[in-house]
């Protein structure tokens, strides 16, 4: 710990005393501002640019305009999935590029809700029954189904869901009806 002569020390020495002030005063009697026409003010920096952000947005772009496009990867938010809990993700982008071959095919279109729900219902116990792995059903986007949306979609994602032998589900690719389309992977296991 130091000693209190010492924090006296660095204390005087930190401020001066009177007798230095003067010193300093008298020394600089006749001292007075220069006048020049020179301008002595800075002119404002240049705002700042980020650049390093610029480069990585100019290397996406490059990679975007002449790598390879997965269109399967690409979401745009109307897509749906599923994927059963403890089943390997990779599961489900094969699904999406189309992986597993189609093995029946349902065609929702012109079908109410009530008459949808029969159906899908129907078709997945005759997959199961004949030992099918992967079908496909074709909801639609619901472009016409006014302010509440695709019920034939919402109605389709629930129910393969919510079915013990359906293993995951995902809007199809652009080439076979893309988000009008799901396929899905069934268990064949009970």
């Not at 996406?60 to 745009?76: K, R, S």
């Not at 089943?87 to 109410?112: K, T």
């Amino acid at each position: 710990m130091p000693s209190d002569r010492y924090i006296q020390r660095l204390h005087r020495d930190d401020t001066p005393d009177e007798d230095e002030l003067s010193l300093f005063r008298d020394s600089i009697e006749g001292v007075r501002p220069l006048h020049t026409d020179r301008d002595t003010s800075r002119p404002p920096p240049p705002p700042p640019r980020p650049t390093q952000r610029q480069q990585d947005e100019q290397q996406v772009m490059e990679a975007l305009a002449h790598g390879p496009i997965d269109f399967a990867a690409i979401e745009t938010g109307e897509e749906i999935s599923h994927l059963k809990p403890g089943l390997q993700r990779r599961i489900l982008q094969r699904l999406r590029r189309g992986h597993w071959r189609v093995q029946a095919e349902l065609d929702l279109h012109d079908m109410n809700v009530d008459a949808a729900n029969a159906s899908i219902r129907a078709l997945l116990d005759a997959a199961l029954r004949e030992g099918l792995s992967c079908i496909k059903i074709i909801h639609g986007k619901g472009l016409r189904s006014g302010p509440a949306g695709p019920q034939l979609k919402r109605l389709t994602a629930s129910l393969l869901a919510r079915h013990s032998r359906v293993l995951a589900f995902a809007s199809a690719p652009p080439h076979d009806g893309g988000t009008g389309a799901v396929y899905a992977l069934l268990s064949l296991r009970r």
